[in-house]
Structure formats: C-alpha cells, structure tokens
C-alpha cells in the first residue's frame, strides 16, 4: 500500500514524497554525525520540521528509516560498481574479488552505521524491503553478471548454478563482517579473508575437466 | 549452656535446610520467567517484549523478575545460552553415523533449521541482536556458540581420515564458510518461509561447491 502503487492527484502525493524526502535527508545528516542508536526519531523530525506523527506514517520504525538512507547510499556505490566492473581484469574469482573489495572499502567508511543497518535487516517489525543487507537486486546481478561472463569466458563451468553460487559468494562477503563487529577489522583485512574465500568457491564452480582457462 | 548450643544447632540446620527451599523456590521462579519471556520473544520480537508483559505473563511482579534478571538483556542471552547447549546436541546426534562429509554436514544443517523452525521470531531476534554495537559482542561470546562451527569442523576432519577430503583441506577456513553458509540461509527461513526441503536442497549444493576444491576420488 505505499503510494507508488496506488497513485493520487497531485498534491497529496507530492506533499507525501516531500516529507518522506525530508526526513530522510534529516535522518541521513543525523546518523552519521551522531549514529543511530544515538538518534531519536525526535531529532529526526525535528530536523526535518515535521511532526513525529508524521514521520511513523511514512515509515513503519526507525529501522526502516536506516534501511531506506542505506539503500540510497548502496544506490551510488552500485552505480560506481556498473562503471568499473566491466574494465576489471584478470580470471572470474579475480574480478569477483575486485569487486566485493570495492563494496568493503565503500561501506567502511561509514561501518558503525552499516553494522546497525545489518542489524535492523532482521528487525522484528520491518516489513521485506529492509532485506537489504547483502541481498539487494543490484549486487546480486553484478555479482551473477560477473559468473555469466566467467561462462562466456571458459573458467566458469556452464553446468554450474549460478544463483547458488551467487549466494555462497554473498553469504562469505556479508558474514565476514563479523570481523568488523567483533575485531573493528578493516576493508582491507575483511577483503583478504574474502579473497581466500572466493578462491575456495572458484575451485567449485571450475569447469570440470582440462586446465583452469581465462586466467591470463 | 546446654540450651543455647542446642539451639546453634538448630540455627545451623535451618541455614542448611532454609536455603535450598529457597534455592528451589528460585530456580522455580527463574524458570517461569524464562518461560514466559521466551513466549513473548517469539510472539512480539525482542524489542516488542517488555519486562512488564513479561512479568504479567509469568504471573508476578516486575520487582521479582528483577530479582533474577538484571534486564532483557540478561534474559535473552540466558534463553539463547540454554538453546544453543540444546541446538548443539540436536547437531550432534543428527550427525552420528553419517556415511559421508556431505550428508554428515547436510544433517547438521537441517538440525539447525528444524530447531528454530517453530520459533523463527527468535531466531530473527537473535541475528539482529547479534549484530547491534551493544549487545552484539555479548550474544557473540556465549560459550556455546564455538560448539556450533566445531562441529562443523569435526566432519571435515572425519572425511579427511576416511580419506574423503585431502589432508590439506584448509579445514579452519572451510568451517567457517559452511557455517557462514548456514546461517545466511536463515532470512529464507525467516522472511520468504522457506520449506525444510528447499533449504537443506539448496544447503547441499551449497556444501558441494565449497568442498569440490579437497574431494577425493
């Protein structure tokens, strides 16, 4: 039931998307100069100069106030990443690592902000679109159009399901990042763990038989 | 002098005999609290939950749950301590006598999946919780959560000595992608309400691809 699926005339929606713009502006300026934890929905509002009311009929809870603000921020790294990853070099696992370090890197500029967005992902009372975290569309299909060419390429096997593989590289890519919660790691030391990783699954998705091809 | 020695002794009997009354009366009173904090984590989510529904629902005063538990918190790490101890031991039995890694993997999989099949809020609970600045670090830390990747381990290393895997399987770093692997196939679980079948389907594929580099034969 959000307004994009059932469009009304003019000003009512258009007064709608204004505020749900303000308060994410509010809340974006707020978080990362304070954090979110450190952030009431109070300060947000007032902020954005509208009423608190106002701010829980755009958005179901704080959570998914952070999941929206993070999608945004994703929305410009995604951009990049379509820039850049059909110049990478090198074998499938080499480009598929490029490109998970250019997410870290991206992300830890902000990873007490990303930590807690991971957290609100599995919120209780966030609805399907704060599945955000390691799941959005965008990564996926870079990260399945990366495989797709490793096919096309010959050091990706065709027999191979690509989708699965796909969520074995996200699930190695987002649960590193227990070592940024747990030890403060940085991008550099969470993409050399990954680096590893994705060799391992490389070796999965290999075609079966003769030398490992693609790699010059 | 007769009198008051005899009555020390009383004294000293009823500080043995009082105490595990009360010891007992506790733990009675622990466990309705933990009981009922359990159901309205499952049913409100962890943030919906509060002491005080908590505390109604156990049928006392929020004073006494108090007494036991220093906050939420404290009750929810209790709640998931006493889970994983039972989860691990689920893993375990479902793993003996595996003919294989992968089926000995694949069972300790679908026993954590059918674990929190009927009480998937906590689970959900539990991965949030797990990765918020506050009280992340704590649930993290709970000594029986490394019970959960060795397990995982303990297969790799039974397929190496049947000559299953190779010796030099990188077997650290292959547990803690096939337990990163099990646990990012929870939001299907969670969210999209994934089947037991699909998941340990999808889990076994999974598990082909990250051991298709060390298989032997």
Known sequence: MTASQHPRRGGRLSQKDATRQRVLDAARELFEARGYEETPVREIARKAEVSVGSVFTTFASKGEILSRVMADRLDDLYAELDGVVPHLRGSTADRLRSMFAINYAFETQRTKLFLAHIAAAYDWTLGSEARAYGRTPRLLKIAHDCLAEGVTRGDVDPAVDLGMVVDLLVAAYAWTYRLAARDGADAATMSAVLDRQIGLIAEGFRPRSGPTVGET | ?217
């Open chain 2, 1 to 217: 002098m007769k009198h008051v020695s005899g009555s020390l002794q009383a004294d000293a009997e009823a500080q043995v005999r009082v105490p595990t009354r009360r010891t007992l009366a506790k733990q009675q009173t622990r466990a309705k609290v933990l009981a009922a904090a359990r159901t309205l984590f499952s049913e409100q989510g962890y943030e919906g939950a509060t002491i005080r529904d908590i505390a109604a629902t156990a049928g006392m005063s929020t004073g006494a749950v108090f007494a036991n538990f220093s906050d939420k918190a404290d009750l929810f790490r209790e709640i998931m301590t006493s889970d994983i101890e039972a989860l691990a031991i689920a893993m375990r039995e479902a793993a003996a006598h595996s003919r294989s890694v992968e089926e000995g993997l694949l069972r300790v999989f679908t026993a954590g999946y059918g674990f929190y099949k009927n009480q998937l809020p906590l689970a959900r609970a539990a991965f949030s919780i797990s990765w918020s600045p506050e009280q992340g670090p704590a649930l993290r830390s709970l000594s029986p959560v490394p019970a959960l990747t060795e397990l995982i381990t303990e297969q790799l290393l039974i397929g190496i000595e049947r000559g299953e895997l190779s010796a030099d399987s990188e077997v650290k770093l292959r547990s803690q992608m096939l337990f990163d692997c099990y646990l990012a196939n929870y939001p299907e679980a969670v969210f999209d309400g994934w089947s037991i079948e699909a998941l340990q389907a999808k889990s076994r594929d999974q598990i082909r691809v990250i051991l298709a580099g060390v298989r032997r034969g």
